[in-house]
């Protein structure tokens, strides 16, 4: 989902540029937004309804659910990625689809600089309905982009955060299991290993490193505990839980607990049916380490970059942030297939 939120964030750009309404996907082909965002906390901080609902979108649409106009942001190697199960998921929930087009040349291995003044003339159309596809690599004016006074200027810390159900549950977790001075990692695992390897250098770490990694961190913020989201084996949080030491004492790795009635932070969740829900579950984990003291997280991952790009937002960061293994190659890597 971070990877789609990041779309999100890029598409209400445009959309603020162009002058157009962002139309929150269906849950029928992408995530449940609904759940795990406020759609009413960003028009609020706009002060107008630029972002609406499927449905909504639908209800003004009525019978006629067609996408005018699909602009794909790049024409190489292949313009954007729609297969047909994804035309077929449209169709199925009504909108059918125009022809795919690219506004310009443009690789998606080496995406150039655009500027506001390029999206304006390559993307400005009289079409009722536009989709723009394949965005997440688009590089367009980063500095503008993220901006208060920039296109999306707006009253808020932030537009794109946690619904208040899951920031409240957070601060709930946080006052039962942690208080105010812990620090948080994302120590992202599964699946890694390959892609980590892949790049130079490699952002895979052994678990005896990653904890010498972790406690030099600990050490210089003082603080007791550490809160850990992460994706890993039993086998590895266990180890890096026995090596995570400070001064000779072992520092507490804490993680979500499963549910149990007797506990009453996730009450908000299990009231509002949303407890089990993996995507509420992960953003969840966003916002705990969001409110930590001191941040770690996992270079190469969007959902570190998302927690980051949230402290900035609630002015939660930290000097002491950092990747973990910051500056440090693997002291071990395996050779490819």
């Not at 309905?129 to 296109?151: L, M, R, S």
């Not at 930590?292 to 996992?298: D, L, M, P």
Request: charged share 25%; net charge negative; proline share 5%.
């Amino acid at each position: 989902m971070s990877n789609h939120l990041i779309c999100l964030e890029k598409h209400m750009f445009f959309a603020a540029i162009l002058n157009r309404v962002v139309v929150i996907p269906s849950s029928k082909v992408d995530y449940q937004y609904s759940r795990v965002l406020d759609v009413d906390h960003v028009n609020n901080c706009l002060g107008r309804k630029v972002v609406i609902s499927f449905e909504e979108f639908s209800e003004i649409q009525k019978n006629r659910m067609k996408i005018d106009k699909f602009f794909c942001y790049f024409s190489k190697p292949d313009h954007c990625y729609l297969d047909d199960e994804h035309v077929k998921q449209l169709n199925n929930i009504g909108v059918s689809t125009a022809k795919l087009e690219s506004p310009w040349d443009e690789d998606i291995k080496n995406p150039n600089n655009r500027t506001v003044q390029d999206i304006e003339s390559k993307f400005s159309s009289d079409a009722d309905v536009i989709a723009i596809g394949d965005v997440f690599y688009a590089d367009v004016e980063n500095d503008w982009f993220v901006q208060p006074g920039g296109p999306i200027a707006h009253k808020c810390k932030t537009l794109i955060e946690p619904s208040q159900l899951i920031k409240v549950t957070a601060q709930r977790f946080i006052q039962t299991f942690l208080g105010s001075d812990f620090v948080a990692i994302h120590f992202r695992r599964h699946g890694f290993l390959k892609f980590c390897n892949a790049k130079r250098p490699s952002c895979f770490y052994p678990i005896p490193q990653a904890a010498n990694c972790i406690a030099s961190v600990v050490e210089r913020s003082n603080s007791p505990v550490i809160y850990l989201s992460t994706d890993a084996a039993d086998s590895e949080t266990g180890l890096l839980q026995s090596l995570v030491m400070v001064n000779g004492k072992p520092i507490p790795l804490v993680k979500r607990p499963p549910r149990n009635s007797a506990e009453k932070w996730d009450a908000l969740l299990y009231r509002h049916e949303i407890e089990e829900d993996s995507q509420v579950e992960a953003m969840l984990d966003k916002a705990i380490c969001a409110m930590s003291r001191v941040f770690i997280g996992t270079s190469g991952s969007t959902f570190t970059e998302d927690i980051l790009r949230l402290r900035k937002d609630w002015r939660s960061a930290s000097l002491c942030d950092e990747y973990l293994c910051q500056g440090q190659d693997p002291n071990f890597i395996a050779e490819n297939e």
